[in-house]
């Protein structure tokens, strides 16, 4: 490899770091001038761009949502919204669990979203009569923490129990 070469290698290489490093501190290099649009494109695409924040200390546990049922005698079980099918449908679940979970969401969207699920859950077992709709996340300790003996907790952010509703019987009356 020619000097002129490695030259120009080294260049392009520094420049991807220096794009990187911007990224990762926050910097957007839209108002780089005429240079700007095209930068900004070029961190995108190879992930220059990226905040990096999945290292941050106060990054937890995604939330997690359980379902459980419970029959006339009092038997429980633990469901899932959709059996695991394929990674899209999971993703999909996973990202309507996102906006239950999401702080802009107010308790109107979350009632109406445990009920559906609920409604999903009798559909699939006919015997229960309620579903218990717990949304939150572990709470997982500092490395500290742990090593002092501190455990995972659970931390409950919406919880709701919805009643399968009576039938209707043979006159229409329930």
Request: glycine letters at 10%; hydrophobic letters at 45%; one cysteine or more.
């Amino acid at each position: 490899m020619t000097l002129r070469r490695r030259i120009i290698l080294l260049a392009a290489v520094a420049a991807h770091l220096v794009l990187v490093v911007l990224g990762a501190l926050g910097f957007c290099p839209c108002g780089a001038g005429p240079l700007g649009p095209l930068l900004l494109a070029y961190g995108e695409l190879t992930g220059a761009d990226n905040g990096y924040g999945f290292y941050a200390p106060s990054v937890g546990d995604p939330p997690t949502l359980t379902l459980t049922l419970v029959d006339d005698a009092g038997r429980t079980a633990v469901d899932r919204l959709a059996p695991k099918s394929t990674r899209e449908a999971d993703i999909r679940v996973e990202d309507l669990i996102e906006v239950f979970h999401d702080r802009r969401s107010d308790d109107d969207v979350r009632g109406r979203l445990a009920a559906s699920w609920a409604a999903n859950l009798f559909a699939r077992h006919p015997e229960a009569r309620s579903v218990t709709v717990d949304m939150g996340f572990h709470r997982v300790p500092s490395l500290v923490k742990a090593a002092r003996g501190a455990r995972t907790r659970w931390r409950s952010v919406y919880r709701a129990r919805v009643v399968r509703p009576a039938r209707a019987g043979p006159g229409g009356d329930p």
